[in-house]
């Protein structure tokens, strides 16, 4: 599979240079921190019904996630290295590592911000290890679906809201399996098997179809 | 080994300003094609669309190595492209960068490559060092280092010897005519000296059409 | 001329028949005459919004500036019919269910419709380039009308419908008319051929507007 080994060669870069630049990490980091403080300085001592909680940390999550995750093509742009990059690599291998370099910034965020929610919020999980399963889904399918988005503004040449903007109407579907998963698992109560294969499906299919559209954003 | 790049009536319009129209060029192997004329005449424009970075508004690009025409996701494995516009990671060292690049290419790489390369480019001793501390000939130099890495049969120069002092001058000198021994060199220069390598030239500027010079014989 | 001489009175016919041929209905009385508006704008939204999204594919797959042009005239016409679709719903949603708006699932999905065209319009104007726009609103289009089946299945598990099914005829209670049927019908056609006429006409305008443009040019190269 020479598009996964050449994939993993630029998440490698790209890890390297975010661990020494820690750009886009910061910048998803402190927009969580910020949001979740806020949400729960609002909150105060009460406790929230499990469909507001839910709802609450997957708002955190995307506008924090649309905060950073532009940054991986915008950086290319601007730096002027997405000419050598072009030149060398295909589309479908730029895909993969910007795509997993994506979740891995998003899933180092939420094993910081997930926890700290539940605490702030004073949430209980009724269905612990299905919620887990629902946040890793949940958090590649925003990764994934934001990638090919965060290509098109990158070509686009401009900055600020664009991103959201696009992002929100492809994502709204995932957010609010999501939030619909969150909610069963904070209160247990009915099956939670359907949300987590409807979240399943989703990243499989955003994957695919960006694959398959990708190059078109990518080589002109 | 045969190889030949083959500019086929290429035009370029941006909405109704047309910055070139109707170049058609064959570029056999072992030679060198130089384009000059006033800026915004489009040179870099046309080496961007030879390198399949731009598409052109009609015509075609076909790049044949070793007999076999080429499709365009292929042709870069065989161009090298130094030019301005171009950027290696700032935040990586030199070496890291051409380890990504080998990586990104599916090339196998060694330290000693590296090395090698490195220092061919006049970069002995310098290859630890974060690209963002370099200097701008450095850099330059670098970009030769990242288009040669692929040992490319096409070799796409965007002002070759920018920045780049004496010495420097004398590496490209000799980079150009390895190249020419091994493949096609296509640059866009427009200074005399380097005009002058070129076996044909074309100059680019003049409303709608561009001059198809013959160099001198080889 | 003479179609939209036709479309004219066919028309005019329907509407007259709406409110005076067709019966009111059991169960939503007199408001019910909105289903001769509403359903068809609804129709077309979707039909033009297909259209648009058929056309981007076109276009990543031909590289013509022209189903470009035509996706994107397409949109902005689907975006007309969605907004008289969601108008009319709101109005009737007052008249039948005391409010205008409460995310009834068709509500939801003709509200992120909605979202997702005016996404697609404000990444247009955002490039200048006119291949790259052409290019990148493609991608985006097919992007989002592949999130379209997701929603259909995860908006009803948010939230419950109220909304009436014409569709389900067996099922009873709300049922339709044999007259309301023929009205329904006619001006579904109706609307499908006035949308039609509306996509020739600005599809010609936008032509004309190109030639004078060149014209401009051309006068300007010369002089």
């Avoid at chain 1, 072009?86 to 795509?99: D, H, N, Q, S, T």
């Avoid at chain 1, 949430?123 to 590649?140: N, R, S």
């Avoid at chain 1, 969150?182 to 499989?204: H, K, P, Q, S």
């Avoid at chain 2, 920045?163 to 980079?175: F, K, P, Q, R, S």
Wanted: contains cysteine; charged residues 15%.
């Amino acid at each position: 599979m020479p598009w996964v080994s050449r994939g993993l060669a630029i998440w490698c870069k790209d890890l390297r240079i975010e661990f020494r630049t820690r750009y886009a990490y910061s910048a998803l980091l402190m927009f969580a921190f910020t949001t979740l403080v806020a949400v729960s300085f609002a909150v105060g001592g009460v406790v929230l019904d499990a469909g507001l909680a839910a709802a609450l940390l997957w708002v955190i999550l995307f506008f924090a996630a649309m905060a950073g995750l532009s940054r991986t093509f915008v950086q290319e742009e601007e730096a002027g290295t997405v000419t050598a990059l072009k030149l060398a690599a295909r589309p479908e291998p730029v895909f993969i590592g910007k795509y997993l370099f994506n979740v891995t910034l998003l899933f180092s965020l939420a094993v910081l911000v997930v926890p700290l929610f539940l605490v702030l919020i004073h949430q209980t999980v009724a269905y612990p290890f299905p919620f887990l399963a629902v946040v890793l889904l949940g958090v590649a399918g925003l990764a994934g679906a934001s990638t090919i988005v965060a290509a098109i503004v990158a070509r686009a040449g401009t900055r600020g809201p664009l991103m959201t903007v696009l992002a929100f109407p492809i994502l709204l579907p995932l957010l609010l399996g999501a939030i619909c998963g969150t909610r069963t698992c904070f209160a247990g109560e009915r099956a939670v098997a359907a949300d987590i294969l409807f979240l399943f499906c989703y990243n499989g299919a955003a994957l695919a179809v960006s694959l398959l559209l990708f190059p078109y954003v990518w080589d002109e | 080994m045969q190889t030949k790049v083959v500019l086929k009536k290429l035009t370029k319009a941006y909405g109704r300003r047309r910055l070139f129209a109707d170049i058609s060029v064959t570029i056999p192997g072992r030679s060198v094609f130089v384009l000059h004329g006033p800026n915004g005449a489009g040179k870099t424009t046309l080496l961007r669309i030879i390198c399949g970075l731009v598409p052109a508004t009609s015509g075609e690009v076909e790049i044949t190595v070793d007999g076999k025409l080429l499709a365009r996701e292929e042709s870069r494995e065989h161009i090298g492209l130094v030019s301005p516009e171009l950027e290696l990671y700032g935040e990586l060292s030199a070496v890291e960068n051409l380890e990504f690049f080998a990586g990104v290419r599916g090339l196998p790489f060694s330290p000693a490559k590296a090395r090698d390369l490195l220092t061919f480019v006049g970069l002995a001793g310098r290859g630890r060092d974060l690209v963002g501390t370099y200097s701008s000939g450095m850099k330059q130099r670098l970009k030769y280092a990242y288009a040669l890495l692929h040992e490319p049969q096409i070799l796409v120069l965007d002002e070759p010897t920018s920045n780049l002092d004496e010495t420097g001058v004398a590496v490209v000198a000799e980079i150009i005519r390895r190249q020419k021994d091994r493949g096609i060199v296509i640059m866009a220069t427009n200074e005399p000296g380097e005009v002058s390598y070129g076996d044909q030239t074309l100059a680019l500027g003049q409303p709608g059409t561009g001059h198809l010079v013959q160099g001198p014989a080889h | 001329m003479f179609w939209q001489i036709l479309l004219g009175i066919w028309m005019t016919a329907v509407i007259l028949a709406s409110f005076l041929y067709m019966p009111a209905t059991q169960g939503l009385g007199q408001t019910g005459r909105i289903i001769v508006y509403h359903v068809p704008a609804a129709w077309l939204a979707v039909l033009a919004y297909l259209m648009s999204m058929l056309n981007a594919v076109g276009y990543l797959r031909r590289g013509e500036l022209r189903l470009d042009r035509q996706a994107r005239i397409n949109a902005e016409l689907g975006t007309v019919f969605c907004l008289l679709a969601t108008v009319t719903g709101a109005i009737w949603s007052r008249a039948a269910w005391g409010w205008y708006w409460n995310w009834d699932p068709r509500q939801t999905s003709i509200a992120v419709l909605l979202v997702i065209y005016a996404a697609y319009f404000v990444q247009r104007s955002a490039v200048s380039d006119q291949d790259r726009r052409a290019r990148l609103s493609a991608v985006y289009s097919v992007l989002s009308f592949l999130t379209v089946p997701f929603l259909v299945f995860v908006v009803p598990r948010v939230y419950t419908s109220l909304h009436p099914d014409v569709i389900n005829l067996e099922q009873g209670g709300f049922d339709m008319d044999r007259k309301m049927l023929v009205v329904f019908l006619a001006a579904l056609a109706g609307f499908t051929g006035l949308y039609a006429w509306m996509y020739k006409l600005v599809t010609r305008l936008e032509a004309l507007l190109d030639k004078m443009e060149e014209k401009r040019g051309e006068a300007e190269s010369v002089g």
